[in-house]
């Protein structure tokens, strides 16, 4: 069997809530991975130490097994059509987009009670029907967003990794005849990504754009997910909690110039005991009106030295600060043609 049997994903919401995530559904929609996945189940299996006077390891029946756990890391470009989908599963669900064509889908990283939204994921291989299978009531426990350093003469695509938590793994037919979410999928460029930052009191539609500077962005969101097993009759975890409260960190290379250095390293580089703090956004643009913005209140931890294709550069790191005007430690806007949800 070919070692690129898992090549496919298909996604299907299967509503209901983290603490109810419903049953499973067929998958809605294609998602386009850029390499082959490996889902993992977990059993939870056990062999306990038996002495019967054999020097045997593992006597027939003497195994059992514990809640079920399974998971998948699915890496992807960032396109404008289908991010949606997959925020949907960490960030928090949006029933409907505001405007008409285009359409913005608004998600806040929460900060209040959850309405993520579980849902089933296909995978395997359209043409081997002994390799598809599924994962039942999947949530994104964390998800990495971004684009490696620009480059002159290489591409520089938005990326993602969103690492799947989920009840079960099972073999299942995929589902068949599916395209992706939306049509002419478009992905999200570094190289047309522009930088904004500006002062904690400035309205973030009015952060001064820091031109010629970027080189390089990352972030990351944390769910801290955990599967809440109970005594029961079955196998499955019952529903999603948390372990810690939700965080984001984020990084970028962006070139040293006085106002990187008066609005990023000496906003920073206080003696004081306050935490330094700046609003940002980072908005790439598609073609027509495509978009997709990224605001965020960064506090500021680290700012050394660095180096991008010899050029010395900032490194900028820290965590996401809750905002008042967000409601939210950061938020993704996405502004593209697709008016609904899959049916």
């Given at each position: ?41 977990d059993l939870g299996s056990a062999y306990p130490t038996l002495h019967r006077g054999r020097n045997v390891r593992n006597l027939g029946g003497s195994g059992y097994h514990g809640v079920r756990k399974a998971g ?230 680290a700012i050394p030295w660095d180096d991008s294709d010899g050029e010395r550069v900032y490194k900028v790191s820290g965590e996401f600060a809750d905002d008042t005007t967000l409601g939210a430690s950061h938020t ?12």
């Amino acid at each position: 069997m070919s070692e690129d049997v898992y090549n496919v994903v298909q996604i299907g919401s299967q509503g209901g809530t983290t603490a109810a995530p419903g049953s499973a559904v067929a998958a809605k929609f294609l998602f386009p991975i850029t390499d082959r996945i490996s889902p993992e189940l977990d059993l939870g299996s056990a062999y306990p130490t038996l002495h019967r006077g054999r020097n045997v390891r593992n006597l027939g029946g003497s195994g059992y097994h514990g809640v079920r756990k399974a998971g998948v890391t699915l890496p992807a470009e960032v396109r404008f059509e289908d991010l949606p989908e997959i925020l949907e599963m960490i960030y928090g669900h949006v029933s409907a987009p505001t405007g008409a064509n285009p359409y913005t889908w608004l998600y806040p990283f929460e900060a209040v009670a959850p309405t993520i939204v579980p849902a089933t994921i296909e995978t395997g291989n359209i043409d081997v029907a002994s390799a598809q299978e599924r994962l039942v009531s999947a949530l994104v426990n964390s998800i990495t967003l971004g684009f490696s350093p620009i480059t002159a003469g290489q591409a520089s695509p938005w990326t993602l990794s969103a690492e799947v938590m989920a009840f079960d793994r099972a073999v299942n037919a995929l589902t068949g005849s599916l395209v992706p979410r939306g049509t002419n999928l478009e992905t999200v460029q570094g190289h047309l990504t522009r930088f904004y930052e500006g002062s904690t009191s400035t309205a973030f539609g009015s952060l001064s754009e820091s031109a010629a500077t970027l080189r390089s962005f990352t972030m990351t969101a944390n769910r801290n997910l955990a599967l809440r097993a109970y005594g029961s009759d079955s196998d499955l975890a019952q529903k999603f909690g948390f372990t810690d409260l939700s965080n984001a960190t984020y990084e970028m290379l962006v070139a040293v110039n006085a106002t990187t250095k008066s609005d990023l390293h000496d906003v920073w580089n206080t003696s004081g005991a306050t935490l330094g703090e700046r609003r940002i956004r980072l908005r790439a643009l598609g073609s027509g009106s495509k978009r997709l913005t990224v605001d965020a209140l960064a506090g500021l931890f680290a700012i050394p030295w660095d180096d991008s294709d010899g050029e010395r550069v900032y490194k900028v790191s820290g965590e996401f600060a809750d905002d008042t005007t967000l409601g939210a430690s950061h938020t993704i806007e996405v502004v593209n043609t697709v008016s609904a949800h899959p049916a």
